[in-house]
């Protein structure tokens, strides 16, 4: 049914409504799900127009997406919103999806993205697939040929609903304008609720054009769907018991701690109960690090401390993580003398990688709210200096050769040093994937009023970019930096393009080594130095930047450094400072695969 | 140690949810051996009945991210004593080796068999029983000849469980007072 805006408003006023032939399809839906009680005023309008007033409904004011034939309708409707919503064209669809991500992690509300059909949608992919992995809900809109079409392999025509299943938590094909509304209101409620998500939506070009009678209510209730479980008391009991008798317990805390914004709560028990806290990749600004019990990151380029004395501890509170191989490596190795505290929303999560004492399925706030009262007020000086004493082998083997070398080339520790040094106690911190990203991980002093957003069980390379600028978007003013390095920035390196037109202010830090670094660590340190593929020949970056209007540095020297990091974020707007880094440096320490974590590798000498 | 599960589940009768659930059981390399799918006694519910031969630890992480799914109501896994289950098997024999021997008598008084159809090529028989009955009258009408078999999933009750209708008396129990709660503090 193509029909033009002319005739389309034409028919408005004749008060032409959509067939109801699925009404009973409707119907079924109302039993299964609950709708709030604000329902708006019914209109008839396009089932385009219609997607447009949902999306702000929802609070949404902005969209990172890029347009295409079947989608086109939305994007001219778009044309008459542009007072409430503001629309982010990147150049690329993957671009949209990261930086739709980004948004979320940095405003906690939704990240809407839109694509086309075909390529544009699978495009989105590896975006849906990153933020599936790390918990954000994104709502990811995407067009699909004419309903009649379906099917058939038409032109730019693909089941995207099939390939998008095992990466999204819901999906959903709209065939009818009808639909749009309650469709757009389950997606926002899944994709917000319980572990948050992406989800998908796919909508026929003729649902686009096609009239309904608009009226909204928000989703509030999925009888099929149980976000949260309510507390148990019990649990909560024998939690506080366990921790209470605990002589060397140890907190892990991840990225759920971020996500119900329990760092408060986080604060006030570990300081009532002396407890350790260490933190996984993505939980990182859960805990300041200058705080006495901050113990350091877990995991293959964790701290040494939280590592070794994982495999030393009486009692393991997890909170908001899932126990990821990165963080356990050898799992019959792991923590052979604990106890297992696991608090964690998603239940499918409890006992899969660690089999937990003691499974809390709940919000890690709501969970560590109720343990506070119960838990009893101790000191464990023994136990905090043993992190302690291992803190200053790390440092002095590994953190201060790193931080602070005297002689030789530029360390990646010391530009992310530096630029955590002079970077605001707020500022949100993004990164591409590899070895920058361990060296922001390993040497930025988050505050837990930083924002993080990284790619974490997805490692995505060519995350960052994107990701900063929607973080940018979504700071609103907040100091935004990202780090990335020379393979990552150059897979994604168009968004470019995205911060020139929108001038959005963000700070690229390029940790430049002319080489895949990771890569060609795992070569030096498993492959006997045997570099496949690894080395790359690089343009000049400051000249690339330049051609997008980025004001642009180059740094090679340790004088320079401090005084290059203070022009960048004295520059008004976007700023790419490319770092010359040591070209063969490795991360340390390490957990080489199949180790313990007690294993934990603190200097590497290189074969011979 | 590997053995027999039946996972039973309902689920909303939306479009792609088996899709999704077979994903699941994809990924870890888990084969379906039998999968019956029906409307339950509840209307707009399905229920699923899934043979699957795996440890029980991981029929525990599968059961878990299968009632994940958000149309997925609940899962339930059972090992084959706690549950009452059968298949229904159709076999197609030609008629004059059925009615060469006893066998015709024997089918319907020995094995509770039905026929259904006879003709002069052929007779059908329907038979009503675990596995192992269904392999067994198959393997006694093999000399007769026989040209099609067929047999369906397994379905299944359980010995115990709470019923499907009173689990979902509860959620809209829980709903209600939810949104009680919710315009009490609105």
Redesign the interface.
Known sequence: MKVSNNIQAALKDGAEVTETSEAGNAG?QA??S?HG?TVSADTVITGAEALLKALIEEGVDTIFGYPGGAIMPVYDRLLDYTDRLRHILTRHEQGAAHAAQAYAMVTGKPGVCFATSGPGATNLVTGMANAFLDSVPVVFITAQVTAGLIGTDAFQETDI??IS??VT???A?VKRAEEIPDTVARAFY?ARTGRPGPVLIDIAKDAQFENLTYRYSRC???????PVNPLISRDIESAAVMINYAERPMILAGHGVIISGAMAELRALAEKAAIPVAVTLLGLPAFSHDHRLYAGMLGMHGNYAPNVLTNKADLIIAAGMRFDDRVTGNLKKYAPGARVIHIEI???E???NVRADLGINSDAREAITALLPLVRERSREEWIREFRILDRTEHEKVVKPETEPEVGDLTMGEVVKTVSEMAGRDAVVVTDVGQHQMAVARYYHFTDSNRLVTSGGMGTMGFGLPAALGAAVGGEGRQTVVFTGDGGLQMTVQELGTIMQYRIPVKIVLLNNSFLGMVRQWQEMFFNSRYASTELVNPDFVMLASAYGISARKVTSRQELRETVEEMFSANGPFLLQAEVSRKANILPMIEPGASVSEVTLTYNGKS | MKQEFTISLFSESHIGILSRITLILTRRQINIESITASESAVPGVQMLTMVVRTTPEMVEKVARQIEKLVDVLKVFVHTSTEIICQEVALYKVTTRGLMSGSMSADIVRKYHARILEVTSEYTVVEKSGTRTEIKELLTLLEPCGVLQFVSSGRIAVTRQVKELNTYLKEMDEARRNMQEAVELYS
Do not use: F, H, V
């Not at chain 1, 509030?220 to 149980?226: E, M």
């Open positions: 079924a039993r299964e609950g009680a609903l099939g299943m095992p938590k819901w999906n094909q899944i509030t209730y999925i009888r099929s769907y149980n998603d239940r499918a409890i006992n899969k």
